[in-house]
């Protein structure tokens, strides 16, 4: 690396050599109820332990402490095109909703360790209940509104709530999308249904209907407790604060539990070392909270460090694709946070909208989620004038692992390039054959020197096994983490990243495993055999295509059958997972490419349909089976 980012550099190092003296020092950044005895336990690796003994809640991080210096500031900001509804809670507001929701939890049951699923639109609610169980010490695991019954079912089986928290329903592009509708019938699929619903009614679906003894109407409980004071429940700081699940190989998702005290000094360090978000300022980002994005820098984040944060239901371009700068020419935040697909949506419009606004409250954009093409890095850093910052960080991780740290140095950016490693990832390239580290410009595994920083998942929600097995068994010669990411750094020591190691695709940034797809695709009842590939895609980054045998041919014997077949195959896809799922096309074949061990190649049709070279094909058991996916993808 050039030599002249020393600043950066002692820093990060410093945060690697010495870990607990770095880390105890950023431990200070909270409050804390009980200090720790150990900064770090790690007697069991891979499984990191930080601020042992110490005792915290998020919740009164982000909320309770703020409200000497600043219970009349805005600390979140709800703005909704999709209803029509701009609301603001000040802190003090909002400490009074969370204590209302934590009330309410409770008259429902809910106690420390409960799990509470929350199913919900982009509503201020969602936020209550989140930082609600916090307070509380209950455990929130967020589903993305984007999920059908049966993914929302698979979810409920693994953290089997007491409670889900959801909403008649939410409005995506003027359509509705009916969450209660939705969750029923994922309760009825569900071996382990919760004993209570708690119901956020908009008023949207008119025909909701109640089950009695089962649901609860929020606005009926909330008027009950009114005026209700929960004190925080303490809680050591490696006790499970939230499991997020998130797509990986296999079919069933994995659920990413984060701690307590980790997570609140990770996500406060980084909101001042990182996006240097200060105390009185506010940050806007567009993701949503069923993501890690909408977690860590819609909720937690911005409010740990005493911002005012933006919580916008509804899309880029509607009513028009000025929508988001009107957004910050009406409530100048210092720092943005969105994805590079969105980006890419917005330069597809008339830059006259970017210019009707005053966005000079900007002085920084990140991105994240998905690979950012130099072209739209360029467009955005030029229409905006200001440093656009792309890094590079998973759910599993909470916070970056790749990226610029303004806050210690202002490096210069490089087009296309996240940077470099955080404070406290010890981060390697790693040759795949033997774990040995690769050379500039040479394409390795981006993999992690355990112990993981605080704020990275602890475990596998209910299975230590798998998170090792998962995690850290791609390497049998050393212990790392293997992010399941391609990169390279070039010779002055920027990093870029390739695409994904294993089968995880990245659609307009949402993290899809094609082994969802195709169990999805399977429950159909014609499809005898699939395999879903991601296709790059100039927009969405990739979109998901399958490849399916059919048991019937006779159904698909005209194009004007297989065209209706295909429909057919993507309805059910929208039923199973849900519609961010769906595949852009369904190929019948009568065969799959395979080699004659039996293994799917699902990298040669990836290269088919993006009409690359497959490469070596001497291992194929049917080479005729490629015939047919080419003639597929030609439309014969
Ligand atoms: O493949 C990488 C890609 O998104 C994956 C993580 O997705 P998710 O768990 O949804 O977390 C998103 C948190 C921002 C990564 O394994 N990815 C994320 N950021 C980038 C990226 N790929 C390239 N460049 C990025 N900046």
């Given amino acids: ?51 042992v003994g110490g005792e915290t809640n998020l919740c009164h991080n982000a909320i309770d402490r703020h409200l000497d210096a600043r219970a009349d500031q ?48 982009m509503i201020p609610e969602a936020a ?37 928290v959801s909403s008649d329903a939410g409005m995506r592009a003027g359509k509705a999308v009916p969450y209660k509708h939705l969750l029923d019938e994922a309760i009825r699929l569900s071996s382990f249904p919760p004993e209570k619903v708690l119901l956020v009614n908009r008023g949207i679906d008119k025909g909701m209907a109640m089950v009695a003894g089962r649901d609860e109407d929020y606005a009926e409980l909330r008027a009950r407790h009114m005026d209700a004071k929960v004190p925080v429940t303490w809680l050591e700081s490696n006790e499970p604060s939230y499991i997020l699940y998130t797509s990986g190989t296999t079919g069933k998702p994995k659920g990413v539990q984060r701690d307590v005290g980790g997570h609140a000094v990770a996500l406060t360090a980084s909101m001042k ?19 890690v994005v909408g977690h860590s820098y819609i909720v937690y984040g911005p409010l740990l460090a005493g911002m005012t944060t933006i919580l916008y239901e509804g899309t880029p371009i509607r009513p028009d694709p000025g929508i988001w700068w009107k957004i910050v020419q009406d409530y100048k935040p210092t720092v943005m946070f969105s994805s590079p697909t969105a980006i890419r949506v917005l330069k597809k419009q008339d830059p006259a909208y970017l210019k009707k ?15 950012l093409d130099e072209p739209t890095h360029r467009w955005i850093s030029d229409a905006l004038e200001i440093p656009v910052v792309d890094h590079y960080w998973q759910t599993e991780t909470g916070w970056p692992i790749l990226t610029a740290v303004p806050g210690i140095e202002k490096t210069p950016i490089k087009f296309g390039s996240p940077s470099f490693p955080a404070y406290g990832y010890d981060l390697k390239l790693l040759r795949e054959a033997d774990a040995s580290e690769a050379g ?37 010669k050393k212990l790392v983490y293997s992010t399941f990411d391609w990169g390279i750094r070039d010779k002055d020591g920027y990093h870029f990243i390739l695409g994904r190691t294993d089968d995880v695709i990245n659609v307009a940034g949402h993290r899809l495993g094609t082994r969802e ?47 209706a077949h295909e429909k057919e195959v993507m309805a059910t896809v929208d039923r199973q997972l849900g519609a961010i799922g769906r595949p852009a096309r369904v190929h019948f074949v009568t065969m799959l490419p395979k080699t004659r061990s039996g293994k799917m190649l699902r990298r040669t049709m990836q290269a088919l349909a993006e009409g690359r070279d497959p490469g070596d094909l001497t291992t194929i058991e049917d080479p005729t089976a490629l015939e047919q996916i080419r003639d597929a993808l030609a439309g014969r």
Wanted: glycine residues 6%.
């Fill in 1 to 51: 690396m050039a030599a002249e980012y020393n600043v950066y550099k002692a820093f990060h190092q410093r945060s690697i050599t010495d870990r607990e003296g770095f880390w105890a020092e950023q431990g200070q950044l909270i409050d804390w109820h009980k200090p720790w005895t150990k900064v770090l336990d790690y007697s069991r690796p891979p499984f990191a332990k930080w601020y």
């Fill in 74 to 121: 805005k600390a979140l900001v709800y703005l909704s095109t999709e209803v029509d509804v701009e609301q603001a809670y000040t802190y003090r507001e909002l400490h009074a909703e969370v204590n209302r929701c934590a009330a309410i939890l409770q008259s429902l049951g809910v106690a420390k360790g409960d799990r509470v699923i929350i199913y919900m639109p």
């Fill in 128 to 164: 209550f209940a989140m930082l609600a169980c916090a307070r509380i010490g209950a455990i929130h695991s967020v589903v993305f509104g984007g999920f059908a019954a049966s993914s929302l079912a698979a979810r409920i089986d693994d953290a089997k709530p007491k409670l889900v």
């Fill in 273 to 291: 070392h990182i996006y240097c978000g200060a105390a009185g300022q506010t940050m806007f980002t567009t993701s949503d909270i069923g993501w």
């Fill in 357 to 371: 606004y005053d966005v000079s409250s900007i002085k920084m954009l990140f991105l994240a989620g998905e690979p």
């Fill in 440 to 476: 500039p410009d040479e394409k390795a595994v981006v993999a992690i020197v355990p112990p993981l920083p605080p704020g990275v998942m602890s475990t596998v929600w209910g299975d230590d096994d798998r998170f090792v097995r998962t995690y850290f068994s791609t390497f049998s």
């Fill in 517 to 563: 797809i195709e169990e999805a695709i399977q429950a159909h009842s014609n499809i005898a055999e699939v395999a879903v590939v991601g296709v790059a895609d100039a927009l969405k980054g990739q979109m998901p295509v399958a490849f399916a045998v059919v048991k019937d041919v006779s159904k698909i014997a005209t194009p004007a059958a297989r065209a």
